[in-house]
T-cell receptor, first 113, second 115 residues
Framework: EDKVVQSPLSLVVHEGDTVTLNCSYE??????LLWYKQEKKAPTFLFML????IEKKSGRLSSILDKKELFSILNITATQTGDSAVYLC?????????????FGQGTTLQVKP | SQTIHQWPATLVQPVGSPLSLECTVE??????LYWYRQAAGRGLQLLFY??????ISSEVPQNLSASRPQDRQFILSSKKLLLSDSGFYLC??????????????FGDGTRLSIL
């Protein structure tokens, strides 16, 4: 059965800290892995990773994929209170034309001033 | 640019009442459409997806149904709500072409409380 597991489930840090969020997966016919940030409402897309070892970067956020060990990490450096959110990891599963995603439970990050 | 609209934002309904949540997408054609439910502190569970008008696939057995009467309109319904239907409902879309390498984009969600 396909599954996505995120850790930790929750995390509290102070502004300026660096955090690493983890996502491991088991899926038939892996195609990609996606990271989303969810504040109050809609999850917003952060990164899509398809190749091992190639870092995706956007400002203070970066992510990398390890297809051999079946996991991805999301790093946030110099955290700010605005980084407080639920971070979701997802992978496509099922047949290729449906676009179905299976999500992890999410990591709730709280950044304190 | 593409936008997705979902309404209402919040809804309080009594047990046994009907439900209709609507989602529309603008700025794209032939999107794949999805309905998710998110329980408190949990990830997203896919309920339904659609690859075209009138084509609905259900992912989990439940008290809900979905319909796609138009290309960019997706509706989530129930004839009689249960307490267990409470949750945060999210609609999403993705491009159909090359869908396996396309992210999904989400609406702002509907917070549904059943009393």
């Amino acid at each position: 059965e396909d599954k996505v597991v995120q850790s930790p489930l929750s995390l509290v840090v102070h502004e300026g800290d660096t955090v690493t969020l983890n996502c491991s997966y088991e899926v038939t016919n892996f195609r990609s892995l996606l990271w989303y940030k969810q504040e109050k409402k809609a999850p917003t897309f952060l990164f899509m990773l398809t190749s091992s070892g190639i870092e995706k970067k956007s400002g203070r956020l970066s992510s990398i994929l390890d297809k051999k060990e079946l996991f991805s990490i999301l790093n946030i450096t110099a955290t700010q209170t605005g980084d407080s959110a639920v971070y979701l990891c997802a992978v496509p599963h099922g047949s290729g034309n449906t676009g179905k995603l299976i999500f992890g439970q999410g990591t709730t990050l709280q950044v304190k001033p | 640019s593409q936008t997705i609209h979902q309404w209402p934002a919040t809804l309080v309904q009594p047990v046994g009442s009907p439900l209709s949540l609507e989602c529309t997408v603008e700025g794209t054609s032939n999107p794949n459409l999805y309905w998710y439910r998110q329980a408190a502190g949990r990830g997203l569970q896919l309920l339904f997806y659609s690859v075209g008008i009138g084509q609905i696939s259900s992912e989990v057995p439940q008290n809900l149904s979905a319909s796609r009467p138009q290309d960019r309109q997706f509706i989530l319904s129930s004839k009689k709500l249960l307490l267990s239907d409470s949750g945060f409902y999210l609609c999403a879309w993705s491009h159909r072409r090359g869908v396996s390498n396309q992210p999904q984009h989400f609406g702002d969600g509907t917070r549904l409380s059943i009393l």
